[in-house]
């Protein structure tokens, strides 16, 4: 469903374990950022009435998500750590066209979501698979099922408002660019990492 062209090597899963202060401190992050990205698409579309509508709602379960992991933070006696950089993310905005038309920003913005969804959802399934804390591993499964629907729902707008342009074209690219940014990912106990 995906369409990732590379996997996350399970590894990854038990590097995260051996540090599970430190990637919900990430994670927390993410899901505050993800909050961001929905109410500034928002605000720069707002004559979208179908797209701010679900977008608001996409922003609050995104905070409600931080909320639920700064609880298992706190239940575990951790702190919620500064904000983290994401050099996935800021390197993946790489591939947005500079100075298209309105409806490209769109559009790329829709499908650079999709992407950071997509990605979050493929480590959030290994990571309900692979690690043994039960609590989290049930958690990441629930999110997991979260995400792929956050998915869905940018790609959906993408194609909806993207009628002039090739959104499948754009998206396998997209595809394609993260596959070989990916690669250098996947050896730090964060979520992008």
Request: glycine content about 6%.
């Amino acid at each position: 469903m995906l369409g990732l062209k590379l996997a996350t090597d399970p590894r990854w899963a038990k590097l995260v374990e051996a540090n599970i202060e430190e990637i919900l401190t990430d994670h927390a992050w993410c899901e505050q950022k993800a909050a961001t990205n929905a109410i500034t698409i928002v605000t720069q579309n707002p004559e979208l009435v179908d797209l701010v509508t679900d977008l608001i709602t996409l922003a609050q379960e995104e905070l409600q998500h931080f909320e639920m992991v700064h609880e298992i933070i706190k239940k575990r006696g951790y702190t919620l750590g500064p904000e983290r950089k994401d050099h996935y993310v800021n390197q993946l905005f790489k591939f947005k066209i500079k100075g298209g038309s309105r409806q490209q920003s769109l559009v790329d913005r829709l499908l650079f979501s999709a992407m950071i969804e997509a990605r979050s959802c493929e480590r959030f399934k290994l990571l309900s698979e692979k690690i043994e804390d039960q609590e989290l591993s049930k958690f990441y499964h629930e999110l997991m099922i979260s995400e792929a629907g956050h998915y869905t729902t940018f790609i959906g707008f993408a194609r909806k408002y993207g009628k002039d342009i090739d959104v499948d074209k754009r998206w396998e690219d997209l595809l394609k660019f993260e596959g070989e940014l990916i690669q250098n990912y996947g050896k730090k106990e964060s979520i992008h990492g």
